[in-house]
């Protein structure tokens, strides 16, 4: 959310002031005559023409058809929490532009369920992301009756219990919605607050427990598509989130694992979104800062258990920048802020930092959600006017998928929502006459979009033992530890082993040509001798050769240390060549002139079969003082 607190923390000997700025304070509007640029009502698709669950074909989201659907989306805030920290928590003046959300989603003291769905579909949107907090979870304490005074059949209840109703009221309407776990604790969000990461304010566990529950919660209701898994991953007063350290603040880590406990143990048809890196470092001239996002993608990207689930997610803001906090005053950094970039120095960063994900054929590939962005109907700045128009305009030149921040506020409090409720109901914003933003959204809810069948496209995907195993594969997981005691690594079910690195223990699945190569059942065999290597076949002399039995090919591996321990072995569904090549990679890269599926192993020697053959074998030398990792790959052809 588009908001940042003023901080002061003290370290050793340096004291440091990080202000991290405030969005502009709510304006009173009030419906000015017709004018141009007003919300358009038209060409907008019905909500509920689509059929769950949703998954990934590519860059696109699809739904269980294999149409596209395109997340025109807002954010319904308020069940975070909107107390902003300080003074009492039942003051309205305390709370976020003194709107008390109670801890359940805004508007619901001020209009009938019914009427704000019905404005929600007027607005176009076909979907909702709905924040909470794992306070709100947890509370027994019912709303009081002053929450829900537009909805009397909602007094009584819990704020979950509350949750639940907008929930089920959404999606009956035909919303898709997207869970969002926005807090730890109901508290305005996102500075130094004890919200910065997934496990400020409790542990990793608990976080990942709780996400199984919510995931469950909500597991009969189809329309329910997907798991927001945290957001805004930022710094706290002494350290940063990674993307990929090993330690209790990897994002990187604790993503991949909350996304499996939620495919496995909460609802197998969850979209799982991950946010990049909000910030890190302290944003102060001289002293490192930076706003990560989604580049460490590039070197390091999820592999799930259902490789068509992963949705990746970035927020931006005018007043924010790609090395700004959005400070303003003390603490303020002269970095450039996004509405301070021209039309093509902003998109040019749009790229880098978040758009590049939607490149087809990389081990990265994958939709990416731009969960929050907005601007206040009350701005009155050129360069921020004139920001909002420039990235509308892009997410409308790249069919973008989007989600506006926020969806309902009250009216003369917080003039950045779409639609803003008076204390007797009535409805000001987006949808009245004469709001400047309705130009800017009109075009991105009515511009040209991909719709209709996505054809499936070749996935790639990769897999990291730097910290553990990565076995992703539920058929392996289902026949136990193949090789107790080291490092293993499987492909997801319906991809086989196509590449490794020579050291760090990477690898490259995909599906490519073959499809799902495997056949039924859960056959395997672990390899850790030469016994498969037939008489006469010495395709890697000198070196240790793993090597598949006649009819299997690889689709994982598990090492000690840089050893290679074992190569891990599935039978095909058909007749599979016999014949091979040997590909070295121990000292320099070989790979298809095409490099499909990109960097799998930054900085490091890599081997890759081609699309159209499968891994049959993995070499590698004993030799004192050699590495002992990967170091030629068989890769045989996919047929005979």
């Known amino acids: 959310m588009p908001t940042f607190r003023l901080v002061q923390y003290l370290t050793a000997t340096v004291t440091v002031l990080t202000l991290l700025a405030t969005a502009p304070t709510a304006l009173a509007a009030t419906p ?19 059929q769950p669950p949703l998954s990934t074909r590519g860059r696109y989201i699809v739904d269980a058809q294999g149409n596209r659907f395109r997340l025109r989306s807002a954010n319904w805030d308020g069940a975070q929490g909107s107390w902003t920290g300080s003074g009492s928590v039942t003051d309205p003046a305390n709370h976020h532009a003194g709107q008390n959300s109670y801890g359940i989603p805004l508007g619901l ?33 019912p709303v009081p009756d002053a929450a829900v005074t537009a909805n ?3 007094r009584g209840r819990t704020p979950l219990q509350v949750y639940d109703a907008v929930v089920t009221a959404l999606t009956q309407d035909g919303f898709a919605v997207v869970l969002n776990n926005h807090t730890n604790t109901s508290r305005w969000c996102c500075g130094i607050d004890g919200n910065e990461r997934w496990n400020s304010s409790q542990s990793t566990q608990q976080w990942a427990d709780d996400w199984v529950f919510m995931a469950h919660r909500y597991a009969a209701n189809s329309r329910v598509v997907g798991a927001d898994l945290y957001n805004e991953v930022r710094r706290d007063v002494w350290d940063d989130p ?29 979209l799982i979104v991950v946010e990049g890196i909000n910030w890190t470092g302290v944003p102060v001239d001289g002293l490192p800062h930076d706003r990560p996002t989604l580049t460490p993608v590039r070197t390091l990207s999820h592999t799930l258990v259902d490789t068509h ?77 004139t920001w909002f128009g420039n990235i509308t305009d892009y997410f409308a030149d790249h069919d973008t998928d989007f989600a506006y921040w926020p969806l309902v506020g009250w009216e003369g409090h917080d003039d950045w929502a779409l639609l803003r ?13 004469g709001d400047w933003r309705g130009t800017a959204w009109n075009h991105l809810m009515t511009s040209a979009s991909r719709t209709g069948y996505i054809a499936p496209t070749a996935t790639w995907r990769m897999l990291t033992t730097d910290h553990g195993d990565q076995v992703q594969s539920l058929r392996v997981r289902a026949g136990g530890d193949w090789d107790s005691g080291a490092y293993k690594a499987a492909c997801p079910d319906g991809l086989r082993l196509i590449g490794l690195s020579h050291t760090a223990g990477r690898g490259l699945c995909t599906d490519a040509t073959a499809g799902d190569l495997r056949a039924s059942g859960n ?41 290679v321990s074992a190569a891990l072995c599935a039978p095909a569904g058909t007749a599979l060549g016999r014949t091979g090549r040997t ?10 002139s095409d490099a499909a599926g990109g960097d799998f192993a930054y900085g490091n020697y890599k081997g890759q079969c081609a699309a159209d053959e499968y891994t049959a074998g993995i070499a590698f030398t004993t030799r004192f003082g050699s590495s002992q990792g990967p170091a030629a790959l068989l890769c045989s052809p996919l047929r005979s």
Not at 116 to 126: E, K, P, S, V
Not at 253 to 268: K, V
Not at 423 to 430: K, L, P, Q, V
Not at 583 to 592: A, K, M, T, Y
């Open 309 to 385: 689930k992963l949705v990746y997610s970035a927020h931006f803001y005018g007043y924010t920048g790609p090395r700004h906090s959005g400070a303003t005053g003390i603490g303020e950094t002269h970095d450039a802020r996004y509405q301070d970039l021209t039309r093509d120095q902003l998109y040019q960063v749009l790229a880098d930092q978040a758009f590049f994900v939607t490149t087809e054929g990389q081990h990265y590939t994958a939709p990416v959600w731009i969960s929050e962005f907005g601007i206040g109907a009350g701005e009155t700045g050129t360069a921020a006017r």
């Open 583 to 592: 590909v070295w990679f121990d000292r320099s890269d070989n790979r298809p």
């Open 523 to 563: 056959a395997q065999t672990v390899v850790t001798d030469e016994r498969y290597v037939p008489a006469g076949g010495d395709w890697a002399g000198g070196y240790t050769k793993l090597q598949c039995p006649a009819g299997q090919f690889v689709i994982g591996y598990s090492r000690r240390g840089e050893r």
């Open 242 to 270: 990674n993307w990929g350290s090993g330690d209790g603040h990897d994002w990187f880590a604790a993503a991949q694992l909350a996304a499996d406990r939620i495919l496995t143990e909460g609802n197998p048809n969850l």
């Open 421 to 433: 409720y008076d204390s007797a109901g009535r409805r000001y914003g987006i949808l009245d006459q």
């Open 152 to 154: 009397a059949q909602l």
């Open 32 to 50: 000015e005559p017709a004018a141009a640029g007003t919300a358009s009502q038209a060409s907008i698709p019905a909500a509920d023409t689509w």
């Open 109 to 141: 003291d001020r209009a009938p369920l019914s009427a704000l769905l019905a404005d929600f579909h007027a607005l176009g949107i076909n979907s909702i992301r709905l924040p909470f907090s794992n306070e709100m979870i947890h509370s027994t304490t």
